[in-house]
């Protein structure tokens, strides 16, 4: 086997765990501090976004907040025909 392999394996072992982990647990505020992680992790990528976007991420959540929304259905029939 290769050492590739058994260091997959180890993390697969280590993922369960700690997923047994949370399960188990009655405590909240581990819950909250692994949600709180997984939070910042994805927040990480914020930064990195050029300014163009993230305005255009911000728009979008406003619009979406006021309801100015197009269903998905609506969004597929529209443009199935150009596919």
Avoid: C
Avoid at 56 to 63: A, L, Y
Wanted: no cysteine.
């Amino acid at each position: 086997m290769k050492k590739a392999d058994i260091l997959d394996m180890q993390f697969a072992r280590l993922k369960i765990e700690l997923a047994k982990q949370i399960l188990d647990t009655e405590d909240t505020g581990i819950i909250e501090t692994v949600r709180d992680l997984f939070k910042n992790k994805e927040n990480d990528f914020w930064s990195e976004l050029p300014e163009h976007v993230k305005k255009g991420i911000e728009k979008s959540k406003q619009q979406a907040k006021n309801g100015l929304l197009t269903p998905h259905d609506e969004v597929v029939r529209k443009y199935t025909k150009h596919l």
